[in-house]
């Protein structure tokens, strides 16, 4: 790849080691940003749904992974299935709205009609095609490997990559811990298109000491260290989590108009708890007590990421209790509520600086603490393993011996 | 109730109910646009999610209580600096003594720093009034929004 042109001569390479600090051209260039869709988008398991929102038989979501159009539609024996969503005919768009219910997905162009399996059972002036060779059974909608975990519906492009359990390693387990016994369902989906790189808002809610930004855990002092205990757990293929059970952020919130949530807890919370799950590479769980959010990232541009919210709740739970989870997601991580709205306008206003080239490289090196950047630099190291470039000099421009003793200790 | 065409007066003071509201947020007076609700009022915002299945999905909902204390707060928070206008359009009122039913449309526009302007958000506007004392208030302001996909949130009522 040919090193992108620069006005501005970087500044002095930071005296730490390179594990430590990032080379901002990850966020920014155009050349490694296409490549990301292809070494890491293409091979590892996108979420792409939650389970509630195809529950019944024919129920189908749209949703693009790495820039592919997909359908995932539930089958009639419970399982899902999930395909290109495109014709196989004149590879127009077979399925044009965002969910729904089908018997059948046919096509709007020339009408090629396919079952929800995705098999073709249909096609206009089918005598037409008599002595070509033409079987309708080549021409069902191209499939892709889809799985579940923990309601999360997730899908593979490749054939290659592991099966999903594997890809989520040590993570699985924790994640299923979280499920209530009758099941999550989503009541909440909005989406936004931020002009920020994906990454940028996947490291926002990787580490904690952003919290500074937020007004309401400075007033209410649950950015002080004490209130939140360390305990990150690094898992491989890039994922993290921090259980935050038993972090104490209760009382003080009434000061500032926000609920305390004691009851119709999710499993493994304790009153006013929050936890914290990372999946490599564009999946973000976060609760707090009562509700769980899913942050979805959906890679656009260098510069511009649709991100999608969901909060769940427990499947079937009486209307009040439904409606005192929504106050609490709404409270707080919602679209009006007090903390999301600054998450946004923070990473919206770092990418436009990053991509002036000014200043090349952005500090990640606190360790030692709940603060630390460990997970930033966690979720660094599988990113340059599977793009086979390091975060700290993409574009290999360190000669060898260039970096000092100490900037090489941490490698 | 039985609801009907107001009189040309009742129908002044109504309308300038809802522009008031919209002047209110342009100039981020922000409590003295809590003061055009009652006591007893309920303020909600929502979109009718074509992602599932077209429910009512709230993203605010506070009584006047939790309206004013979320008033208080707002310069406290990080908020978007770019300037919002909001307009208010195709008013219709019924009125049935004390209290009145009102539909309307809005637009909010947001015009960032460097000057460019943008489309915010759409939708309409679900209200009931009430008069007391002579004056008319918000009982109940259900805001809908067309717009799903939005840019830069914020901790404000958009209407």
Known sequence: MELPLEAVAPEKVPNLPPSHFVDTRIYTDAGIFAEERVKIFAKVWNFVCHESEIASAGSFRTATVAGYPLVVVRQNDGEIKAFYNICRHRQAQVVRTCSGQAKSFQCFYHLWTYGIDGRLVGVTLPEGYAGTGFDKADYGLREVRVDQLAGMVFVCLSDESEPLREFLGEAAPVLERYVPPDGFEVFHFHQAEIKTNWKLFFENNSERYHQALHWVTRSTGTWGKTSLPDGWTFTRNGHNYKPFEGARYGGVHANVGLDERREHMLPGHKPNSTASHHLFPDLLLVSQTTVLRIDHLIPLEPGRTLIEWRALGVKGEDPAVRAKRIKHHNQYWGYGGVQLPEDITATESQWPMMATGAVRYSVIAREGDTFSDEPLRHYYTEWSRRMARSYWDPFGEFAAGELSARQIRKI | ?159
């Not at chain 2, 003061?35 to 979109?47: P, R, S």
């Not at chain 2, 909902?61 to 600096?81: A, C, G």
């Not at chain 2, 679900?126 to 007391?132: F, G, K, M, P, Y």
């Not at chain 2, 208030?137 to 901790?155: N, Y």
Request: hydrophobic letters at 40%; one cysteine or more.
């Open chain 2, 1 to 159: 109730m039985a609801f009907s065409r107001p009189s040309y007066e009742t129908r002044q003071a109504i309308e300038e109910i809802l522009l008031k509201a919209a002047t209110f947020l342009d100039e981020k007076r922000f409590l003295d646009w809590a003061d055009l609700f009652a006591d007893d009022a309920q303020y909600e915002m929502l979109f009718k999610s074509k992602e599932l299945r077209d429910i009512d999905d709230y993203v605010m909902q506070f009584n006047k209580e939790e309206l004013v204390s979320r008033m208080k707060l707002l310069p406290n928070y990080v908020i978007d600096t770019a300037k919002r206008l909001h307009a208010v359009s195709n008013i219709r009122i019924e009125v049935d003594e004390n209290n009145a039913a009102c539909t309307s449309r809005f637009t909010v526009y947001r015009t960032l720093e460097d000057g460019t302007t943008s489309l915010y958000a759409v939708g309409s506007n679900d209200d009931a009034l009430v008069q007391r004392a002579g004056q008319w208030f918000f009982l109940k302001r259900r805001v809908v929004l067309d717009t799903r996909k939005l840019e830069t949130h914020t901790h404000m009522p958009l209407q």
